[in-house]
């Protein structure tokens, strides 16, 4: 009698044209118990077809196939079977690929030769993000009592253009929304090259890596012993100190969303800075996002890619209202403003509206980089750029999430009615 598969097994479709390359990955498969290949398609033809008939949880697809390739049979599994988790594979390690890839619904792009251990990490990924994912989409829907601390809004900050100033614009918002009674934690989610450290002078005992192995787990109090704290007050969780130890933490590329799921609750606001690459675990860290900041520059090529990942984000159906976009780096030199697209141009390109421009500085910037403090609290003078612009963008960011009391006002005066207080979005 055959051995029982465990309850929790997971079913995988593969379908790629090499006949070599489909009977190697199921021999990898099968070594583990949880993992089960439950068909293979030669094309991406047949491969819609079986996914419609087998409905399995993984679909592992090659991207180059001769009747229709990966990425459009990706889209047209994607409409018919949503859950099915779909792994793009391709010879070509491209940027553009992955992003091609997401766009067409992939949740995780492969490239070959993949290692044993990155395929297997992977297909589990995938499988796990839906379950433990769903359920803070609902956490954010519930209300909001205003009257407490732990409000668990979480505000990601992201680009796909490297120098946008991501972690200037996260470190100043995380200072921005400090206020007396709201508790602010920063996270360094750019886990291999992260700057926040650099940018706050902070030199931590403990970084991320501590809490990895212990993340189902995770106590509370040691979770505030393993963050750093600036003199401002505000708290910080810290990436690795150098790249090559930041693969113990993406070995599960959940790891970050599962930490900031943990602690949510203890806290007003989460401010994560992200690195530039959309993987997993960033797409991971937009899905549990409260609000995603979505920053850009006034260049043809920063606004190509905003395009972009302004698509991906329709495909995941985000609602419109979960996206700020703002505009970092904009000149003051008329000169150089005249090469340059202005917030007009890219809000009517975008068909979004571009919610703040912050001018640039450098000279603002790096003194308060030099004296290890956010920009906003860098100069008595609160009225200059970028300062007053930050500090703008801080305060629409806290009036958008935080409701705030509104007295009514009786609708007869010659009636009395006892005013009450009424919560509502701003």
């Known amino acids: 009698m055959p051995e029982k598969a465990p309850e929790s097994v997971i079913t995988i479709l593969l379908v790629d044209d090499s006949v070599p390359t489909r009977e190697n990955i199921k021999k990898l498969l099968s070594f583990e118990r949880d993992l089960k290949v439950v068909g293979m398609a030669g094309t991406g033809i047949e491969g819609i077809a079986l996914a419609r008939e087998l409905k399995p949880d993984i679909i592992i697809m090659d991207i180059n196939m001769p009747d229709m390739d990966g990425l459009e049979a990706t889209t047209k599994i994607v409409d018919s079977a949503p859950s099915t988790g779909i792994i793009i594979l391709s010879a070509q390690d491209d940027s553009n690929y992955m992003r091609r890839s997401m766009l067409a619904g992939a949740k995780a792009f492969l490239t070959k030769p993949s290692s044993p251990d990155e395929i297997y990490n992977t297909v589990r990924a995938v499988h796990k993000r839906a379950p433990v994912l769903q359920p803070s ?11 407490r601390t732990g409000a668990g809004h979480i505000v990601v ?3 796909p253009q490297g120098g946008a100033g991501c972690t200037t614009i996260a470190t100043n918002l995380a200072a921005g929304l400090m206020r007396d009674g709201v508790r602010v934690l920063l996270v360094d989610g750019n886990l291999q090259f ?3 450290g650099v940018f706050l002078n902070l030199k931590p005992q403990s970084t991320i890596l501590e809490l990895v192995e212990d993340v189902e787990d995770l106590d509370t109090d040691y979770f505030e012993n393993s963050l750093a704290a600036h003199n401002s007050g505000l708290k910080v969780l810290m990436g690795p100190q150098r790249p090559e130890e930041a693969e113990k933490a993406m070995v599960d590329p ?8 943990k602690v949510r609750w203890n806290y007003d606001f989460i401010v994560v800075d992200t690195s530039l690459h959309l993987d997993e675990m960033t797409l991971s860290l937009f899905d549990i996002a409260t609000r995603i900041v979505l920053v850009s520059t006034p260049t043809l090529a920063s606004v190509k890619n905003i395009r972009s990942v302004l698509d991906l984000f329709d495909q995941l159906h985000y609602p419109h209202e979960k996206i700020t976009m703002i505009l970092n780096r904009v000149s003051k030199d008329p000169h150089i403003k005249k090469l340059l697209l202005s917030s007009e141009q890219i809000s009517n390109f975008l068909k979004r509206k571009v919610e703040m421009s912050i001018p640039a500085d450098d000279m603002v910037v790096l003194e308060a980089v030099r004296k290890g403090i956010p920009v906003v609290s860098s100069q008595r003078d609160r009225t200059k750029s970028p300062i007053k612009e930050l500090l703008e963008f801080a305060n629409f960011i806290y009036a958008a999430l935080v ?5 009514k006002a009786p609708s007869q ?8 207080l009424e919560w509502g979005r701003s």
């Open 137 to 147: 989409m609902g956490e954010l829907n519930r209300p909001v009592d205003p009257t």
């Open 403 to 407: 409701p705030e009391p509104v007295e």
């Open 194 to 196: 992260g700057d926040v």
């Open 157 to 159: 900050v992201y680009s």
């Open 254 to 261: 959940l790891v970050v969303s599962k930490i900031i799921n």
């Open 413 to 420: 005066p010659i009636k009395k009615v006892t005013s009450k």
